[in-house]
């Protein structure tokens, strides 16, 4: 069967960051299901797997407003180093993480330390770069009334 409007498909796929450093959280395996056309999806992964069918793979470029959005150049900031709990596991050019008294992580890129001070990027790793998707069509099949219910609710707000 060929991925069409109203089919449930349910793909595997991986992001790479295109000339740059893909962030842990992003290099595994991932599985989702969703109905085509009415659920949604990634515009460019939506227009490649169209007509497409089980066991079919692709790569497909995702642009920054696609993926993590531009880069936000107010999410740079000077931060105290007073203000971090771990100083000494500062680095500049890496990523630091820490959870608040809250329970909240709060992770960002080190880009330069002073000494009472520290230049924090609060951008996803990922924000302002395009993204390969490389995917496989796991399954393809017609959709449900049910199916069709439930994305038609999700749509309009009833999760």
């Not at 962030?23 to 497409?52: C, D, H, M, N, W």
């Not at 993590?68 to 596991?89: A, C, M, N, W, Y």
């Amino acid at each position: 069967m060929k991925i069409e409007n109203d089919t449930v498909v349910e793909i595997q796929y991986m992001l790479e960051v295109k000339d740059g450093l893909t962030p842990p959280e992003l290099s595994k395996i991932f599985k989702t299901q969703f109905l085509y056309g009415r659920e949604p999806v990634i515009p460019a992964l939506e227009k490649a797997i169209f007509q497409l069918s089980e066991g079919d793979e692709i790569e497909v470029s995702i642009p920054p407003e696609q993926g993590f959005g531009k880069r936000d150049e107010t999410l740079v900031s000077e931060v105290p180093i007073s203000q971090v709990s771990h100083p000494e596991r500062l680095k500049e050019g890496e990523l630091y993480e820490e959870v608040t008294a809250q329970g909240q992580t709060v992770r960002f890129l080190v880009k330069k330390i002073g000494e009472d001070s520290l230049v924090a990027d609060f951008n996803h790793p990922a924000a302002g770069k395009e993204l390969l998707l490389k995917a496989k069509i796991l399954s393809v099949r017609a959709a449900s009334a049910v199916d069709i219910l439930r994305a038609v609710n999700f749509s309009r707000g009833g999760g």
